[in-house]
């Protein structure tokens, strides 16, 4: 049973940093990628960046220079380091995979949301002053 499981969501001021993380159960990161999107209720989910199993990166533009991705498989973990957090950034964030082995970061991030199998229950992220 794949299990994927955000956190490290929470109350920022502008201009704040926080990292998330999202912790695999039931599979290896040696074989599946994970990307973290967002959404804020009623609003279209918004990709943000994927890292797959051979440690490939992709960030959004829209978040490029202030979000990075990154894993320790010793953790079987990926985290999404977000930097000058802004008022806009507020929204809840999920990771997922589409659970296929040796996907790339474009085959994963153009995926439709129901290809992309297994998610997370998301974290909260309200970035205010």
């Known amino acids: 049973q794949v299990h994927l499981a955000e956190s490290g969501g929470g109350l920022v001021q502008p201009g704040g940093s926080l990292t998330l993380s999202c912790v695999g159960r039931g599979f290896t990161l040696d074989y599946y990628g994970i990307a973290w999107f967002r959404q804020v209720p009623g609003k279209e989910r918004e990709g943000l960046s994927c890292?797959?199993?051979?440690?490939?990166?992709y960030v959004s533009d829209s978040v490029k220079g202030r979000f990075t991705t990154y894993s320790d498989k010793a953790k079987n973990t990926v985290y999404l380091q977000m930097n000058d957090l802004k008022a806009e950034d507020t929204a809840v964030y999920y990771c997922?995979?589409?659970?296929?082995?040796?996907?790339?970061?474009?085959?994963?991030?153009?995926?439709?949301?129901?290809?992309?199998?297994?998610w997370g229950r998301g974290t909260q992220v309200n970035v205010s002053s």
């Open positions: 890292i797959s199993s051979d440690g490939s990166t």
């Open positions: 997922a995979t589409d659970g296929l082995k040796f996907s790339t970061t474009h085959q994963i991030m153009s995926k439709e949301a129901l290809e992309l199998l297994y």
